[in-house]
Nanobody
Framework: QLQLVESGGGLVQPGGSLRLSCLASGFASDYYAIGWYRQAPGKERDGVSCISPSGSSTAYADSVKDRFTISRDNAKNTIYLQMNSLKPEDTAVYYC?????????????????WGQGTRVTVAS
């Protein structure tokens, strides 16, 4: 069974950068499309980005386009989310999950259990 663990969050000033990692285990990660999701305090969980199993297809929420970049290293079973030009509104807990597809848009948050995520706080 595929298991995913998020890491790389922290406190960063507005305009700063962070790189989140999503480490897969229990199954070959290149079998799955992976999505990044986030949940800000008091808000619903939203899709941020996704990547196809091969990495050839990606998608982004409008709010993060041109600032975030998703990538994957299947040899390391790791999916990354490079976040640049961070804004206070990017503050949230970020999660990664396998998704059925990644083509053109980020799929809605999947059902089922979520991991602990990694917390990103953008503040001065």
């Amino acid at each position: 069974q595929l298991q995913l663990v998020e890491s790389g969050g922290g406190l960063v000033q507005p305009g700063g950068s962070l790189r989140l990692s999503c480490l897969a285990s229990g199954f070959a990660s290149d079998y799955y499309a992976i999505g990044w999701y986030r949940q800000a305090p008091g808000k619903e969980r939203d899709g941020v980005s996704c990547i196809s199993p091969s990495g050839s297809s990606t998608a982004y929420a409008d709010s993060v386009k041109d600032r975030f970049t998703i990538s994957r290293d299947n040899a390391k079973n790791t999916i990354y989310l490079q976040m640049n030009s961070l804004k206070p509104e990017d503050t949230a807990v970020y999660y990664c999950r396998p998704v059925v597809y990644c083509s053109g848009s980020v799929p809605p948050p999947p059902t089922g259990s979520w991991g602990q995520g990694t917390r990103v706080t953008v503040a001065s």
